[in-house]
C-alpha cells in the first residue's frame, strides 16, 4: 500500500502562484509515477500533470502547459506542483496520486489516490 497526503491548497488570488505538496509513504512508493488530477465542480477528473519514478520524463495538460511544473524529491518521497498565473478555471480539488510503473508519465494512471487539497482562484 502508498499512502499520499496533499496538501497546500488555498484561496489565491488570480495571477497569483501556488505550490501543492503531496508525500507519499509506504512500499516502494519511490520507484512510482506519480502524478496530479484535478476536478472541478460538476466536472470530470482531469489529469494534469506527471512525472516518471525515475523522474526524466514529465506531461502537461494544454491547459496547464506552461503555468504549472510538476517536480519530485524522492529522498523526501514527495512530488509537487508548482502553479503560477492562476485562473478562475483552476478552481478544484487537486489529487495526488501514484502509478507503480516506473517510467510512465503521459499514461499515468491512479492506483493510489490522496484525499485532495481544495484550491480556489478568486478572480
Known amino acids: 500500500q502508498v499512502q499520499l497526503v496533499e496538501s497546500g491548497g488555498v484561496l489565491v488570488q488570480s495571477g497569483g502562484s501556488l505550490r501543492l505538496s503531496c508525500a507519499a509513504s509506504?512500499?516502494?512508493?519511490?520507484?512510482?509515477?506519480m502524478g496530479w488530477f484535478r476536478q472541478a465542480p460538476g466536472k470530470e477528473r482531469e489529469y494534469v500533470a506527471g512525472?516518471?519514478?525515475?523522474?526524466?520524463?514529465?506531461y502537461y495538460s494544454d491547459s496547464v502547459k506552461g503555468r504549472f511544473t510538476i517536480s519530485s524529491d524522492n529522498a523526501k518521497n514527495a512530488v509537487y506542483l508548482e502553479m503560477i498565473s492562476l485562473k478562475s478555471e483552476d478552481t478544484a480539488v487537486y489529487y495526488c496520486?501514484?502509478?507503480?510503473?516506473?517510467?510512465?508519465?503521459?499514461?499515468?494512471?491512479?492506483?493510489?489516490w490522496g484525499q485532495g487539497t481544495q484550491v480556489t482562484v478568486s478572480s
Open positions: 496520486a501514484a502509478d507503480p510503473r516506473t517510467f510512465v508519465a503521459a499514461t499515468l494512471r491512479g492506483t493510489y
Open positions: 509506504g512500499r516502494t512508493s519511490s520507484t512510482y509515477a
Open positions: 512525472i516518471s519514478g525515475a523522474g526524466g520524463r514529465t
